[in-house]
């Protein structure tokens, strides 16, 4: 652990604005179905499908690759929790949510 506490703000908003993703292609496609634009309803639906597949990807990425590093794993005993919820969280919302790993958000540095 370093002594002096950092965020990076950019790297946070990034991930914090990241979890809406998802939110607001549903949205599109709900008000693109009301207007009968089908153009960007089926672009909407595409996003959201890649998106989902890009998380999917990322979760099995980490599990295979990222979480058996072994700084990494020195890392997470000092945050257990981390290790359990935000792969999940990243898995079932956005995977941008892993950047708070390293952003210094709430002093996990």
Not at 40 to 57: D, F, G, Q, R, W
């Amino acid at each position: 652990m370093k002594n002096r506490q950092f965020t990076k703000i950019k790297t946070c908003l990034i991930a914090i604005i990241g979890t809406q993703e998802l939110f607001i292609y549903l949205l599109i496609i709900i008000h693109s179905i009301i207007m009968t634009n089908w153009a960007a309803m089926v672009l909407s639906s595409v996003a959201s499908i890649m998106l989902i597949v890009s998380n999917m990807t990322f979760y099995i990425f980490y599990k295979k690759e990222i979480s058996k590093d072994a700084s990494y794993a020195k890392w997470v005993k000092l945050f257990p929790k981390i290790d359990k919820y935000l792969p999940v969280l990243a898995l079932v919302i956005n995977f941008k949510l892993m950047k708070l790993i390293y952003s210094g958000f709430c002093g996990w540095e």
